[in-house]
């Protein structure tokens, strides 16, 4: 029950499970495998055909609805009306790539960058997060002359190659190249008496960096998800990161802050959730919530490092930084701030991870409840708390999904449900959620006990 699990193998249908279909939802199946082979993911037991969605809800073919819990891309809600119609009007008007000058790119930028603290004042344009991630590691070795970079036991960070070297939980079987070293999530479960996080998780980073060292590799930088996650969720307490970054940036290296998942406002206590830890990166990526849905992602650094950068290679994205993306991303921004939905993500948050530390209280399967805002990981063990439980959260995952739920899984070990609604989320959701897990988690419990 403790062996590692990778997170898409817990989530994904089983192909050899079509025959088991309905015959039209069989035939769906199988078009989607005779285009896409093996690198196919479609989620769920019954899988699922979506045909429109909008705010917190999703629609399949049949007309049923479902809450999501699972989807950060929509970070202001599915098809959200001004990011529709910025998207729609910039993209009638014209498209094209960064070779050219137009107002609405700037106006972005300058938008983005002021969320940021003063010193991370340029943005690289990009497409994807994992791409984000992959300058991101260029940048720290350019400027550092290093290579060797420290990330979690079970971090995801994107799929090029560089950027699946330093995301252990990608692989099968879990697996780093020699420039990579791993330290444990920061889980203040696993303290002994008298230990602090920030300092155990310091030690931690330190010893890797020791071990790059005597390797004759050198730390570049250490690169975490703020919220660490692919690991299980990890947030708290405020403030655990800064001896470890202090560490980094001691021995030459960069803080690469990975806020792919965490960011624009997810945390409910300002944009970024490397803030929480009132830490100062050295670079951070954006992606996924960034434009609602449309393919857009970022680097924000100081312009020192960037020039760094630019002198050793001739950089130029044909994509990054368009003119609907720049539209779409400005929506998002506007969304966001005149729709108060960093507030809303911490209001509605505090109350969902009450009312799930309530359930706890019913439910010994139940391990722990973490988070901050609307990014909240339920851990599930064994009753006594022994051992990582990764069947009830498949059950978990699949019975809500008949309840009208979407949600999935995350951690080390698969046992933890990651739920990341929009930010438009609203307590009467939560509280509509909140019964149909607590509904679910009591037919599983018998289940286990039967």
């Not at 098809?79 to 106006?107: G, W």
């Not at 930028?109 to 984000?132: H, I, Q, R, W």
């Amino acid at each position: 029950m403790n062996e590692a699990k990778p997170i898409l193998a817990l989530n994904r249908f089983d192909a050899q499970a079509a025959a088991q279909l309905d015959a039209r939802l069989s035939e769906r199946v199988a078009r989607r495998h005779r285009t896409q082979g093996n690198a196919a993911v479609i989620f769920y037991r019954q899988p699922l055909e979506i045909v429109r969605a909008s705010g917190v809800w999703m629609y399949d073919a049949a007309g049923n609805a479902y809450l999501d819990m699972y989807n950060n891309v929509p970070s202001v809600g599915h098809c959200h009306p001004r990011v529709v119609k910025a998207m729609s009007e910039q993209a009638a008007r014209f498209n094209t790539n960064s070779r050219y000058l137009y107002a609405i790119l700037d106006e972005y930028a300058e938008t983005l960058l002021a969320t940021f603290p003063d010193p991370l004042s340029n943005v690289v344009l990009t497409c994807t997060g994992s791409e984000s991630n992959d300058i991101a590691l260029r940048i720290a070795s350019a400027h550092t002359g290093k290579h060797g970079f420290i990330v979690t036991e079970a971090a995801y960070h994107g799929n090029t190659a560089a950027v699946m070297a330093v995301s252990p939980s990608a692989y099968r079987q879990p697996r780093v190249p020699a420039h990579v070293r791993t330290v444990p999530a920061p889980d203040a479960g696993r303290l002994r008496a008298g230990e602090t996080l920030e300092s155990v998780f310091a030690s931690q980073v330190q010893a890797a960096i020791d071990s790059l060292d005597a390797a004759g590799i050198g730390c570049a930088g250490l690169l975490v998800d703020t919220i660490f996650s692919s690991d299980g969720v990890f947030a708290d307490p405020p403030g655990f990161l800064q001896s470890a970054v202090r560490r980094v940036q001691a021995a030459g290296g960069l803080f690469i802050a990975d806020e792919v998942q965490p960011g624009f406002g997810r945390t409910g206590q300002g944009y970024w959730g490397f803030a929480r830890h009132q830490v100062m990166p050295d670079i951070v990526t954006l992606g996924k919530p960034m434009g609602n849905g449309f393919p857009m992602a970022g680097v924000v650094t100081r312009p020192a490092l960037l020039d760094t950068f630019c002198q050793a290679t001739e950089y130029f994205n044909t994509f990054g930084g368009n003119p609907v993306a720049a539209a779409t991303g400005l929506a998002v921004l506007n969304v966001i701030k005149e729709e108060g939905l960093i507030a809303n993500a911490d209001r509605t948050g505090a109350w969902l991870r009450s009312a799930l530390r309530q359930l706890a209280k019913r439910f010994p399967l139940i391990g722990d409840v973490r988070g901050a805002g609307l990014f909240i990981g339920v851990e599930f063990t064994t009753p006594d708390g022994a051992a990582p439980d990764a069947a009830t959260a498949v059950a978990m995952i699949n019975g809500l999904k008949e309840e009208g739920v979407l949600i999935g899984a995350a951690g080390a070990h698969g046992n933890n449900l990651k739920i990341r609604p929009p930010l438009c989320f609203t307590q009467e959701n939560a509280a509509w959620f909140v019964d149909k897990f607590a509904t679910v988690l009591s037919r599983v419990s018998q289940e286990r006990r039967g």
